[in-house]
């Protein structure tokens, strides 16, 4: 679709040329985490007059929602994103995958997200502490994670993070596949495609109805 052809929808979050899809309310190509490593599949029941494999499918594909492709030119485009997005009803307890190659622009997605919710100050990457908390100055609670070098499964309870997705607040989470199977279902799922020095490709995907409603 061309830039402008239907950007009435979303127009709050038009920044360059808005694509705007409800497609086909087509299925993940991601495998749906289990909340939690100690919560077998098992323990989850089974459909009458199903087999086990059947409810095994169902649960590996939550639909997705919405749709949203856009273009960034620039970084501008990046940061004006990102404003819009963090002014929306219940964004401040959201959960956001981002999903991009080395240097895709994950991590100045989330300055521009927490220096729009007022974090002032440096805002390192996680990349070697794996997780980053900072406090909102409007109150609240945002955990940016890097999960790129995290190595071992077992350390997800002990580093305490399951209970800080089991708590309110915001939640960023860069190579959210370094831990498939143990996240819990992203409101917002951000792929950002590197189409050159400055411009990504980005495609939005709600898998909620409060990442449907921040789309909106
Ligand atoms: N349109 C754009 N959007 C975002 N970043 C951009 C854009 N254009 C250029 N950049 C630059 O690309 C770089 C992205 O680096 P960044 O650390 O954010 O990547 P990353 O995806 O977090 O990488 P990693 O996987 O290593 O954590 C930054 O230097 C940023 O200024
Ligand atoms: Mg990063």
Redesign the pocket.
Known sequence: MEAGGKPGQHAGLGVAQVHVGHTDLGESQRPRPLPYPDEPLACRGRLPNQRPIAFRLILLHPPILETLQLR???????EAFARQLAVRPGFADAFIE?H????????????HLLRALGVTGRIK?P?YAVLEPHELPGGGQAAHF?F?RFADPREWLDAGFRDVFAAPGLKLA??PDKVAGLLPTPDLSIT?D?LD????GVLVRAFTPLGQALLQ
């Not at 190659?101 to 989330?110: D, H, Q, S």
Request: with cysteine; hydrophobic share 35%; charged share 30%.
């Open positions: 960034w030119p620039d970084e501008a485009a990046c981002l991009g190659t080395l240097g895709a622009g994950k991590t100045t997605f989330v300055r990457s990349t890097d790129y860069e190579w950002l590197v020095d400055e411009q990504r």
